[in-house]
């Protein structure tokens, strides 16, 4: 049976997104996907998963699960409290779960965390993703978040015969909470020539606060309002994820996964490929800094968090088991009790 949960609370917003649907910019259809690249493949690595299949992402509030069979699962990213049989779980874990086993995210410190299973979520291919997008109503689960009542399915067949990780991830593959680590690095332009250098200054230097204002289309920012040297607006262009937007009123915008695909306001900057899946873990109130950095540093971020990618593979290659026990961790100075392989 391939019935993996039935949706009891449909929580605050979540949505399936894979990598996220491209080539289609032209036509005016967003990328959409995962807000975090790096959790959304942690998770799908853990339960022996292509970094191509869809995850369940979350925001802030989760849903309520039950499930209906026996599935291999794994849950990467932000602390949203995550419960199983009420039990507290650490923010990237993967485990069995079984017939009437509830699953629970009450809320935590965290943003964002993604859910997968073992052998994908059973999704149609919407212009050559599962990504839901949400203003367009397609992709994911009937184009929308999830909703109460729903059942939710695995496409392929879990060979449970074969030995998967299950267990905890270390704490140094989880991603840094805001608090952490808060400054985000960035690329100038293209457009960046619409500011003197003092307003750059003043961009890099200065606290932005994430408004309330905030979503997955993007991110608008607060503080002392950039000043442009004359124009205000450019020819629309088309735009990417990460790009810095400063409308008239001089305060930013960051363009985010369902952001449209061509702006008319200069981007003063670019968020590097490499950080912009840490934005994702930023709330309402939380304060961001901006620091410049080279191309050829934004390549070696890049190349850096695949090998970090690479590391967390060859990690749960090289730990894999069948044979699954109660133990009780402590990670971050919170005891947990999980499910863990016997090494």
């Known amino acids: 049976m391939n019935h993996v949960f039935q949706v009891e609370q449909a929580g605050l917003l979540s949505t399936f997104q894979d990598l996220g649907r491209f080539g289609y910019g032209s036509f005016g259809v967003p990328a959409a996907g995962a807000m975090d690249p790096y959790c959304h493949q942690l998770a799908n690595f853990m339960v022996g998963n292509s970094e ?4 369940l992402e979350m925001t802030l509030l989760g849903p ?10 794994a849950i990467a990213g932000g602390d949203l409290g995550a419960q199983y049989n009420g039990l507290p779980l650490p923010a990237c874990v993967a485990l069995e779960i079984h017939e009437g086993d509830v699953l629970r995210f009450p809320g935590g410190n965290g943003v964002r965390s993604y859910i ?5 979520w059973d999704l149609p291919v919407v212009m050559g993703s599962r990504s839901t997008y949400l203003r367009a109503s397609i992709g994911g689960k009937e184009g929308a978040p999830l909703k109460k009542g729903q059942i939710l399915n695995r496409r392929k067949q879990d060979d449970m015969q074969i030995p998967l990780w299950k267990g905890t991830l270390p ?23 619409y500011f003197d250098q003092e307003q750059k200054n003043k961009f890099t230097t200065q606290n932005w606060k ?7 289309m993007g991110y608008r920012l607060e503080g002392d ?5 004359d124009k205000k607006e450019i020819v629309s262009d088309g735009v990417c994820q990460g790009a810095i937007q400063v409308p008239g009123h001089g305060q930013p915008i960051v363009l985010l996964a369902d952001a449209q695909t061509t702006g008319g306001y200069p981007k003063i900057a670019t968020i590097i490929s490499a950080d912009l899946g840490k934005l ?3 709330r309402a109130s939380d304060i961001v800094t901006f620091k410049a950095v080279s191309y050829d540093e934004a390549i070696e971020a890049l190349k850096y968090q695949g090998s970090i990618l690479q590391e967390v593979k060859h990690y749960i290659a090289t730990h894999s088991s069948s044979a699954v026990r109660y ?9 947990f009790c999980v499910r863990v392989d016997e090494m």
């Open 52 to 55: 191509l299949e869809a995850t």
């Open 280 to 282: 994702a873990h930023f």
């Open 64 to 73: 309520t699960l039950t499930a209906l069979g026996t599935h291999r699962i």
């Open 210 to 216: 994430v408004s309330k204002d905030s979503d997955r």
């Open 327 to 335: 133990y009780d961790i402590k990670v971050r100075g919170e005891k």
């Open 171 to 193: 704490p140094m593959y989880w991603p840094l909470e805001p608090k952490v680590s808060k400054t985000i690095r960035v690329l100038w332009g293209p457009q960046d020539d």
């Open 116 to 120: 997968s299973v073992a052998g994908g």
């Open 225 to 229: 309002a950039l000043v442009h040297l």
